[in-house]
């Protein structure tokens, strides 16, 4: 599946199963705008504890305020109507556009090697939902975001201002460019894959800043990158595993 993590154990049977779900879920395409039935961010608890539990905690996921921004924001509010019943699942969902919001525990995951304290500063490419947003804004002081595509970023926008993440600033723009007006950042995710590292970027991390990123092919299987820019500037790369994420897409 999408922006999935792959155990090596499980590995070949679910990339067989991962691209037969890839086709229905990028079938299923379009979601419904998210005025379409009103959330609730007090429902679903239940189901985000057990996720919290089963799907992150007992798979090595540790840092107590990654689980807590897990199991505070409301997954559910950042689906599409028709997938709220689904958006705890253990898998990726299709929030529209042909695009997914990434399996929870891949979330967390990534969230944790990004070791953020409420002083730093974090920049996202990929929108998305703005579910990672706001599991960031938990774990940051502030948080940039840059989404390619204007009518997941307006939507994405809507809920995290309704879910009172509205200090979530967000641009619609290609994400290769980075923010150079709010660079350097102390963490950089990347939740869409680019075939090679983005230079850019590189350049807007801080000394000492660390960026994720699923680098490899499009729809193939990528390796999850975590990359750390020493006080000196030196860049060291360290490889969290495999990983299946939609493409980084580049503007006209
Ligand atoms: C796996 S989805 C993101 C999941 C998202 N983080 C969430 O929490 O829902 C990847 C997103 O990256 C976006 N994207 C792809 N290429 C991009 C680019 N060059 N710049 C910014 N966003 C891009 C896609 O449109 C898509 O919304």
Sequence with gaps: MLCRALPKAA???????????????????????????????????EERALMVRRQISQRGVKAPRVLAAMGKVPR??????????SAYADHPLPIGQGQ???????????????KLTPQDKVLEIGTGSGYQAAVLAELAGEVYSIEIVEELGKRAAQALAGLGYGRVRLKIG??????????????????AAPPKIPQ????????????ILPLGPRFGVQELLLITKGRQGVIS??????VRFVPMMKSD
Excluded: K, N
């Design 11 to 45: 590995r070949a049977t679910a990339l067989a199963l991962m691209l037969a779900w890839a086709a229905g879920a990028l079938a299923a395409g379009q979601g419904p705008p998210p005025r379409e039935a009103a959330c609730h961010g007090g429902q679903y608890r």
């Design 76 to 85: 559910h509010c950042f689906v599409p109507a028709r997938q709220r019943e």
């Design 100 to 114: 997914t919001i990434s399996q929870p525990y891949v979330v967390a995951l990534m969230s944790e090697a990004l």
């Design 174 to 191: 290609d994400g290769y460019q980075g923010w150079p007006q709010a660079a350097p950042f102390d963490a950089i995710i990347l939740t």
């Design 200 to 211: 850019a970027l590189v350049e807007q991390l801080a000394p000492g800043g660390r960026m």
């Design 237 to 242: 790369r360290q490889s969290l595993g495999q």
